[in-house]
């Protein structure tokens, strides 16, 4: 059985500072990890995903998260937060038989001016 | 850019009613799923769909859900009997197949409101 957890429901930081969004799972099997934004009224978006190989990986609007399995972790980064991330964040993992993705509760990022 | 869509985008019905809720997958996707969001919750998968039958479903996809494929591009959510719980928003996606690790492209999500 596959599962993720995120911890933080609400993240806030301050324009330029540090974005890190947690996310922590649980397979059985080397999973494929994603993460996607969902911005207010919208679908979900892809922000990156970690399939095999290099384990940091960089995705869009400067966002980049790094697979660490002994950590089970793939938590999401971003330098220098912008106002326009402010968004809803779902870390999601696949299952072994790529039927379905495993989502999180979701991190909602609040950035402050 | 290819994209998932989805209509209507709110729909307002009364318990009890049926409605049902479109999407239209990408082209070459052979893959397709309904998750739902109930406001300020998880999403929450429903039931995928492969070669014209269900593929796997979740506990939350019982017998007044059903799927179906009707035209070759067309894909569909049906709910029967409307019930107040069934409020939420529902997002429709698809992906490659034979490709574990492609991610799921979704759709904007239909806002069904049962009053």
């Known amino acids: 059985a596959q599962s993720v957890t995120q911890l933080g429901s609400h993240v806030s930081v301050s324009e330029g500072a540090l974005v890190l969004l947690r996310c922590n799972y649980s397979s059985s099997v080397p999973p494929y990890l994603f993460w996607y934004v969902q911005y207010p009224n919208q679908g ?29 972790s793939f938590h999401l980064t971003k330098p220098s937060a912008h106002m326009s991330d402010a968004a809803e964040y779902f870390c ?20 402050i001016p | 850019e290819p994209e998932v869509t989805q209509t209507p985008s709110h ?12 999407c239209v997958p990408i ?38 859900f059903s799927v179906e494929r009707p035209d070759g591009s067309n894909f569909t959510l049906k709910i029967r009997s409307t019930k107040l719980e069934d409020s939420a928003m529902y997002f429709c996606a698809s992906r490659l197949f034979g490709v574990v690790n492609t991610e799921a492209f979704f759709g904007q999500g239909t806002r069904l409101t049962v009053v």
Do not use: C, P
């Not at chain 1, 190989?53 to 399995?69: C, H, M, Q, R, S």
């Not at chain 2, 019905?13 to 809720?21: D, R």
């Not at chain 2, 070459?28 to 492969?50: A, C, M, T």
């Open chain 1, 44 to 72: 979900l978006q892809l922000l990156l995903k970690y399939t095999t190989g290099a384990t940091l990986v960089k995705g869009i609007n400067g966002f980049e998260a790094e697979f660490k399995k002994s950590e089970t």
């Open chain 1, 92 to 111: 999601a993992v696949s299952s072994n038989t790529g039927n379905q993705f495993y989502f999180g509760t979701g991190t909602s990022l609040t950035v």
């Open chain 2, 11 to 22: 729909q307002v019905t009364q318990m009890g009613q049926e409605v049902i809720l479109r």
């Open chain 2, 27 to 64: 082209s070459n996707h052979l893959y397709f799923y309904w998750y739902r969001q109930i406001l300020g919750q998880k999403v929450e998968f429903l039931v995928s769909f492969y070669n014209n039958e269900i593929s796997e479903k979740s506990e939350i996809f019982d017998d007044q």
